[in-house]
């Protein structure tokens, strides 16, 4: 203490940091002294934390005394020391440093804030030569996160506040991340302070920053904007982050947007998440992915545009994350995203989140619930669109498995309002559905259309909502159309040139015609069933007629071909016998419908009398019948007749005269001329149309008659109307014909095998044998004039006449245990 009184007996240390002072602190640092000063220390590094002591006692000093001038000249000498000693004892002189930069960011002078952070900043991106084992940098998250939110009054001071704040925060993280030794930044109390803070500054922008006298200065200013320089450090802070870190890092944005109200506008929400997902590495993407799921599942009694907030953000992050992954759990991911949609089905229906209650104490609006429904739709098929093909195939089932559906193992409530919800289950269900297969891209139908999947389709297919019905036809068209040929069908009209069209046609490939042989008839079937049901209107005409041409087109060999025209005869037939009491509309529909298709379909086979024969029963119904025609039927003012009845022959289309035209090119005219009759199975009960389930107890009534067991009774013929007589038949004859088919199955069960194939060869034999080359038996060629004609070849008698009509070998069912 003696020796500091005077001068020449005072350390050479302290005499060399005294003379780097000028006696006027505007003259600023003295350069020379300063050079020895740095010699010095890098001659005797042991002398540097002595140094740094000095220095600091000095700064602490005139900060107090508010000689602020000396303050920056003393900051100046530190980071030039800084710069220039890397040695092993830096670290007790990084202390006294810290220490100074702490007592400058602890000043209320804005001046000195800025200054102490510009130093640490300097220091942050020096590489330092050995790890530290006792620095902290706690205080320096707390204080440059306060930074982040100065609300200063002065505009300008404000914003170089905030900017020095995240350069601060930008400095503490450079510093940190990468050095196992230090205080570990991903912590939760850190990411807390840090995250906030830069979404803050993302999130404001002042006013003043929007306004630049010119262009050139605007991208400068652009540059020294806090928003700008915030999304630059959390990009940096993001690109940093290692897998176990993620979670840290995402954790207080979803905290940020739910104090702050941000998920509604979801302007910000979406761009922040943007950010994070471009500044993550691919491979983690995943992990934002399911936090924001999870965070979804938090907020499941959350105002529904919250939650529609989540989800088009969880939409706009699946899109990102197509180019990286999305995780191994994807059903996971469906899974969530059903759930919710289930959830919101209820709360709509309901008007409360605590179901079980009965009682909420937030007002539900049906409206934003459906706008929520609408944003999950749409996120599943974004999530859908980046999956591999094999991963679509099983999310496809594994949405079809929820739908509920009579014939599915699934609870189906009852009552009113157990109904409404299955309907608006199955309708976003299979909406969701519609959405996935839209993406989906598939040369091998059987890959897309697995058997067990098709099979609960095609149910729904059978329900009595036209809604649902609709659905269905749209989802299979987005299967079969591979070559994009959708909409040049998606009016319908007779034209008479189908290369306007531009169709783009692949030969039937191998996995096609298998895919065919296997499923055709049940998709023939449920194509005939749907065009009976009177609720359908001008889309599900269309949807059908779309169906029908893109079989055609994408499916079609010589044989499908057949079955397709058959199919279409039937169905004119359904409108000119009108057993099931279709309305004009749904009559005249189904005459244009089979118009339009066999129109287009002959020009794909090019064959001339075909096409001669439907041009011209077109012309006769453009002169006699316009309103059979699609371009009189599907206008916004249909013109329809209800003298439907009395048409004459020349309008309809002639099975008998397809099958001659046809057979002459090389098709089979055997098949040809055998009218189409749908195979009716037990799937068909799903329909719950009582109609159907009884047709199918007759129609094995009818195979039985020819049992051994039953050889002494005639065989009876069957006609629509005994059908109809069948139906409306009194509850005992009902239980007999239960007891009768039970008799049936249990023969098939327990007969021997060699009796069950004799007699099923006997049944062939006389089938084949009761009809002529035509198809058609003696009895019903007589009886082909009886009025009103039936232009597909089957035969309509008078009421209650019956009629011997034999079935196709190859349209019997038999049971499992026949076949061999």
């Not at 505009?155 to 400095?171: A, E, H, N």
């Not at 979670?247 to 998920?263: E, F, G, M, Q, R």
């Not at 379909?601 to 699609?630: D, G, N």
């Not at 109307?721 to 009194?730: P, R």
């Amino acid at each position: 203490g003696v020796c500091g009184c005077c001068g020449a007996l005072r350390p050479r240390y302290k005499r060399l940091v005294d003379n780097i002072f000028p006696e006027d602190p505007e003259d600023g640092l003295v350069k020379t002294n300063m050079e020895k000063l740095t010699f010095y220390a890098l001659s005797a590094p042991e002398k540097l934390d002595r140094i740094g002591a000095y220095l600091s006692e000095r700064l602490i000093r005139d900060v107090s005394r508010h000689r602020y001038g000396y303050v920056c000249i003393a900051m100046e000498a530190l980071d030039q020391l800084l710069m220039a000693c890397h040695c092993q004892s830096i670290n007790l002189f990084v202390e006294s440093f810290l220490k100074m930069v702490a007592k400058l960011l602890e000043s209320e002078k804005p001046n000195l804030q800025i200054l102490g952070t510009n130093s640490f900043v300097k220091f942050a991106n020096i590489e330092e030569d050995t790890p530290s084992y006792h620095r902290s940098y706690d205080f320096f998250v707390s204080r440059f996160s306060e930074m982040c939110h100065s609300s200063h009054d002065d505009l300008d001071i404000r914003t170089k506040i905030r900017m020095s704040g995240i350069k601060g925060l930008q400095g503490v993280v450079r510093k940190t991340v990468n050095d196992e030794l230090q205080a570990n930044i991903w912590d939760p109390q850190h990411m807390d302070k840090i995250v906030p803070s830069l979404l803050f500054n993302l999130q404001h922008v002042e006013e003043a920053e929007s306004r630049s006298p010119s262009p050139l200065q605007a991208t400068e200013k652009e540059k020294e904007s806090p928003t700008e320089l915030a999304e630059r450090c959390l990009r940096e802070l993001l690109g940093r982050a290692a897998y176990g870190n993620i979670k840290n890092a995402i954790k207080p944005v979803l905290i940020h947007l739910d104090n702050h109200s941000l998920w509604e506008p979801k302007i910000f929400a979406t761009c922040c998440f943007r950010i994070i997902m471009y500044s993550i590495q691919p491979q983690h993407s995943h992990l934002v992915i399911q936090q924001l799921l999870g965070h979804l599942d938090a907020n499941s009694k959350s105002a529904a545009t919250v939650r529609a907030g989540i989800v088009e953000v969880l939409s706009e992050a699946a899109v990102i994350a197509a180019s990286g992954s999305v995780g191994p759990t994807v059903l996971e991911v469906f899974n969530t995203l059903l759930r919710q949609l289930r959830l919101s089905i209820d709360y709509a229906l309901t008007g409360s989140y605590d179901c079980a209650a009965g009682v909420s104490t937030k007002i539900i609006k049906e409206h934003e619930e459906r706008m929520f429904q609408e944003a999950v739709i749409k996120t599943i098929g974004s999530f859908a669109s980046t999956l591999p093909t094999y991963q679509q195939s099983e999310v496809m089932v594994f949405i079809m498995n929820k739908v509920p559906l009579p014939s599915s193992q699934q609870s189906i409530e009852a009552g009113k309002a157990g109904e409404n919800r299955n309907r608006l289950t199955q309708i976003m269900l299979l909406k969701s559905l519609l959405q996935v297969s839209v993406g989906f891209q598939c040369s091998n139908m059987l890959t897309a259309l697995p058997s067990a999947f098709l099979d609960r389709l095609l149910s729904a297919a059978l329900m009595e909502d036209a809604e649902i019905r609709l659905f269905v036809l749209e989802i299979l068209i987005s299967f079969i159309d591979r070559h994009g040929n959708r909409q040049k069908f998606s009016t319908i009209s007779t034209i008479s040139d189908i290369s306007v069209l531009k169709l783009k046609v692949d030969k039937c490939s191998r996995q096609d015609t298998v895919f065919m042989k296997k499923h055709g008839q049940q998709l023939y079937r449920h194509i005939y069933l749907i065009c009976k049901e009177e609720s359908n209107v001008q889309a599900h005409y269309e949807a059908l007629y779309s169906m029908l041409m893109l079989i055609s087109i994408e499916l079609a060999n010589e044989e499908v071909v057949v079955d397709l025209i058959r199919l279409v005869l039937a169905v004119q037939e359904i409108a000119q016998i009108n057993e099931d009491n279709l309305t004009a509309y749904n009559r005249c529909a189904l005459f244009a419908l089979s118009a339009a298709y066999l129109n287009l379909i002959s020009q794909l086979t090019t064959v001339p009398t075909f096409c001669q024969h439907i041009h011209e029963v077109i012309q006769m119904r453009q002169k006699e019948a316009p309103y059979l025609l699609p371009e009189d039927v599907f206008v916004e003012r249909p013109r329809l007749s209800k003298s439907l009845d009395r048409l004459g022959p020349e309008v309809f289309f002639w099975q008998s005269k397809i099958s001659e035209v046809l057979g002459g090119s090389g098709y089979n005219s055997d098949r040809l001329s055998t009218p189409y009759i749908p195979q009716l199975t037990d799937e068909d009960r799903l329909s719950k149309r009582k109609s159907i389930g009884e047709t199918i107890s007759l129609q094995v009534e009818v195979e039985s008659r020819n049992s051994p067991e039953r050889e002494q009774v005639p065989p009876e013929e069957i006609t629509y109307e005994t059908l109809k007589k069948a139906i409306v038949d009194s509850v005992a004859v009902e239980e007999q014909e239960r007891e009768r088919r039970r008799q049936v199955v249990e023969k098939f069960q327990k007969a021997p095998f060699e009796e069950i194939a004799a007699h099923c060869g006997a049944r062939v034999s006389r089938g084949c044998g009761t009809l002529n080359p035509c198809g058609r038996s003696a009895g019903e060629r007589r009886r082909v004039t009886t009025p009103p004609p039936s232009p597909s070849g089957t035969i309509t008698a008078a009421y209650g006449q019956p009629q011997n009509h034999s079935i196709p070998v190859y349209e019997m069912k038999f049971p499992d245990l026949c076949v061999y």
